[in-house]
């Protein structure tokens, strides 16, 4: 495997575990939104959504802006 290779498959991966704990953290949030964890306050629930949906959103999409390799000519 070629380093370009690794390096492409460690910012796929990077990418997914980004997109995963996003989803778990709006899991978390709405959980806490319907009473399931009852020791933390209902206004947390909608601070961990929208920190969820921009990690599971924008965050990406920035990583791959910033990670797409230059045109070659």
Do not use: C, H, N
């Amino acid at each position: 495997m070629t380093p370009e290779d690794r390096s492409a498959r460690s910012r796929f991966f990077t990418i997914g575990a980004v997109r995963l704990a996003g989803a778990v953290t709006i899991a978390l949030a709405v959980a806490i939104s319907y009473g399931r964890i009852d020791s933390v306050p209902g206004e947390l629930a909608y601070v961990l959504l929208a920190l969820g949906v921009i990690e599971f959103l924008v965050l990406p999409q920035m990583l791959v802006k910033r990670w797409k390799s230059p045109p070659t000519e």
